[in-house]
């Protein structure tokens, strides 16, 4: 029991679910009206964190990144939209680490926890068919691409404006 209650207990404090008396624990509903704040707080986080990786990167922190890169690239041909949410994710959480602030880490992570649900949403389905999902997630292996190489090259103003795009992407 002691496990689960602190399991819990952490994803309440996540936001991912939320605790009532009398209720029990249910999963915290997506609230749509709030995505506008969402995108505007991982755009901002999402640029200083690769603005800080480019300019702090180790050579170990520059392997996890393409490493990660790599396992989502693999990943897309299966088109598991679960999957792919959470290797994006590790991929964006290898360039949280690599920025070597922990503040901004782990403020970007918990943004990016909270965003799971709405993020599976695109490598999963598409309004405009199969073919519109595969160009979204084309899309996305050529931006991490693209990452990859300004954090590998330095280039922090680059790096930064490629935050802004995959963010609005």
């Known amino acids: 029991?002691?496990?689960?209650?602190?399991?819990?207990?952490?994803?309440?404090?996540?936001?991912?679910?939320v605790q009532s008396p009398n209720r029990g624990v249910q999963v915290a509903p997506i609230d749509l009206t709030d995505l506008p704040?969402?995108?505007?707080?991982?755009?901002?986080?999402?640029?200083?964190v690769l603005r800080a990786a480019a300019l702090r990167r180790t050579p170990d922190d520059l392997g996890r990144i393409e490493a990660a890169y790599k396992a989502f690239g693999?990943?897309?041909?299966?088109?598991?939209?679960?999957?792919?949410?959470e290797l994006n994710r590790e991929f964006h959480v290898a360039i949280a680490r690599a920025c070597?602030?922990?503040?901004?880490a782990d403020s970007y992570s918990r943004l990016l926890v909270e965003g799971m649900r709405m993020l599976s949403v695109p490598?999963?389905?598409d309004p405009g068919g199969v073919d519109s999902a595969q160009a979204h997630t084309g899309r996305v292996v050529d931006e991490h691409r693209e990452m990859v190489e300004a954090i590998r090259l330095r280039d922090a103003a680059r790096a930064e404006a490629l935050g802004a795009s995959h963010a609005e992407l």
């Open 37 to 48: 704040r969402f995108a505007e707080a991982l755009s901002l986080l999402q640029r200083a």
């Open 74 to 85: 693999v990943a897309t041909s299966d088109r598991d939209a679960l999957e792919l949410t």
């Open 100 to 104: 070597h602030n922990r503040y901004l």
């Open 1 to 17: 029991r002691t496990p689960i209650r602190e399991a819990l207990a952490r994803l309440a404090g996540d936001g991912l679910v």
């Open 123 to 125: 490598f999963g389905y």
